[in-house]
């Protein structure tokens, strides 16, 4: 699960971009909705709704269009300003960013096809989900929490980091259009592959 989580990705995509321009927060709130959606896939699995989960793909295939769009707007905002402005960092915590950045996690997890295969399709070749007790599903939800969780997480650290050593070295215009130009091909993978 942990290697899985650190593949990058539109998740790890929009941790990094929540997490550098609007704080460590605001990325932490992405990785709490990604968890979350992690979480309703086991639930399906452990539920024996499978199928739904699987038809969840091409329910969310609209979600992901417009999240690949999404990113390719802001990657190209990011890789088209002058390098005379700064990257705008916006590190207050309102409830609205939060909620928005959580949010934002928990739908892309929920049309990330990656976690639908694992989930409905390989994790009941590594766990016996007949025979599963109470202990078995709490340790599966702590796996799932610390293994997807941490490492977003850490991407979510890294990033905010970078963003304010970027800050400090006059980097901005260098950082903003290796940030653009990532974000630009991870929301045209998204699309892609929608």
């Given at each position: 699960?942990?290697t899985l989580a650190a593949i990058p990705s539109a998740s790890v995509a929009l941790v990094v971009a929540r997490s550098a321009t609007l704080g460590i927060?605001?990325?932490?709130?992405?990785?709490?909705?990604?968890?979350?959606?992690?979480?309703?896939?086991?639930?399906?699995?452990?539920?024996?709704?499978?199928?739904?989960?699987?038809?969840?793909?091409?329910?969310?295939?609209?979600?992901?269009?417009?999240?690949?769009?999404?990113?390719?707007?802001?990657?190209?905002?990011?890789?088209?300003?002058?390098?005379?402005?700064?990257?705008?960092?916006?590190?207050?915590?309102?409830?609205?960013?939060?909620?928005?950045?959580?949010?934002?996690?928990?739908?892309?997890?929920?049309?990330?096809?990656?976690?639908?295969?694992?989930?409905?399709?390989?994790?009941?070749?590594?766990?016996?989900?007949?025979?599963?007790?109470?202990?078995?599903?709490?340790?599966?939800?702590?796996?799932?929490?610390?293994?997807?969780?941490?490492?977003?997480?850490?991407?979510?650290?890294?990033?905010?980091?970078?963003?304010?050593?970027?800050?400090?070295?006059?980097?901005?215009?260098?950082?903003?259009?290796?940030?653009?130009?990532?974000?630009?091909?991870?929301?045209?993978?998204?699309?892609?592959?929608?």
């Amino acid at each position: 699960m942990g290697t899985l989580a650190a593949i990058p990705s539109a998740s790890v995509a929009l941790v990094v971009a929540r997490s550098a321009t609007l704080g460590i927060a605001n990325g932490l709130a992405v990785v709490g909705g990604i968890v979350l959606g992690d979480l309703v896939f086991i639930a399906f699995a452990l539920l024996g709704l499978s199928v739904i989960a699987e038809a969840m793909g091409s329910l969310f295939m609209i979600v992901k269009v417009i999240g690949g769009i999404y990113l390719i707007w802001l990657g190209c905002s990011l890789f088209s300003k002058s390098g005379e402005t700064e990257i705008k960092v916006n590190k207050t915590n309102n409830n609205w960013s939060l909620a928005a950045s959580f949010v934002a996690g928990f739908v892309l997890a929920l049309g990330d096809i990656k976690a639908i295969i694992f989930y409905a399709s390989l994790l009941p070749v590594f766990v016996d989900l007949s025979a599963i007790q109470s202990s078995d599903i709490l340790t599966l939800i702590f796996i799932t929490i610390f293994s997807v969780g941490g490492v977003k997480a850490i991407y979510a650290i890294f990033s905010d980091k970078v963003a304010a050593y970027a800050q400090k070295t006059n980097m901005e215009s260098t950082a903003r259009k290796t940030v653009g130009g990532l974000m630009v091909g991870a929301g045209g993978y998204l699309i892609v592959k929608a």
